[in-house]
């Protein structure tokens, strides 16, 4: 193996004012999913998988126009409704691997509604 | 692909925007045209002072001043930031951006969609 291997960690976090369920719908449903995360006018997709699901596959292989081919491979490791979703996934630019990791998703799923 | 010239008018506007007080003038000038009178005396700067503060914001382009009779009205040029806040706006991880596709989707979503 050649190259180097960097390591990072990030945190994103997003105050959204709607209720957990609708959240986590836009995750779990598939057309949901599609519309917030492949479904853009930038990006063509070439392949589509959802199995949303502990141990199911999650595909989203596509184009952004002028740019490379971009494979993102995931397996949900854990879900628990409206709580947390984990997932680990593997990323290919132009069929080199870039990125391979866990994310803990929507590990904080909390909906504060009295504002 | 940016070219020198616009290279050369972002060092300069970032360089302008690089000090409180002139970020103060163009605050209060995007609100509409003052004195420059008006300008200093909210700061407590005597007028060279605000006058070399303008001068910097002037070379950038962000201001324009007019003299009518003894007094010199400062105006915010419309539009001069535009080119810094699409820079900055561009300055996002594609986690940032897919983060900010799902708010947009959970926000616009209808309320009875989710299931």
Redesign the interface.
């Known amino acids: 193996m050649t190259g180097t291997v960097t390591h990072a960690s990030f945190t994103l976090t997003r105050d959204i004012a709607v209720p957990v369920e609708r959240t986590f719908a836009a995750f779990a449903d598939p057309a949901q999913k599609r519309a917030w995360f492949t479904d853009r006018p930038d990006w063509d997709t070439t392949e589509d998988a959802f199995d949303f699901r502990v141990g199911g596959t999650e595909i989203a292989e596509g184009r952004f126009h002028g740019g490379p081919l971009s494979r993102f491979v995931a397996r949900y490791t854990d879900i628990v409704a409206d709580e947390r979703i984990v997932l680990t996934y593997d990323m290919w630019l132009d069929g080199a691997r870039r990125e391979e990791g866990t994310r803990g998703l929507l590990d904080d799923l909390a909906a504060y509604l009295e504002g | 692909m940016p070219n020198s010239q616009e290279a050369e008018r972002a060092d300069l506007v970032f360089r302008a925007l690089a000090e409180a007080r002139r970020r103060a003038m163009v605050e209060r000038l995007v609100r509409g045209p003052a004195s420059v009178s008006e300008l200093a005396a909210p700061a407590g700067l005597s007028l060279p002072t605000v006058l070399q503060h303008l001068d910097v914001l002037a070379d950038a382009g962000i201001v324009t001043s007019s003299k009518l009779g003894r007094t010199r009205t400062v105006s915010f040029v419309p539009g001069s930031l535009d080119g810094t806040a699409t820079w900055l706006a561009a300055q996002r991880?594609s986690?940032?951006q897919?983060?900010d596709?799902?708010?947009?989707?959970?926000?616009a979503?209808p309320e009875g969609?989710?299931?």
């Open positions: 991880t986690a940032e897919q983060a596709r799902l708010v947009t989707h959970l926000e979503a969609e989710a299931p």
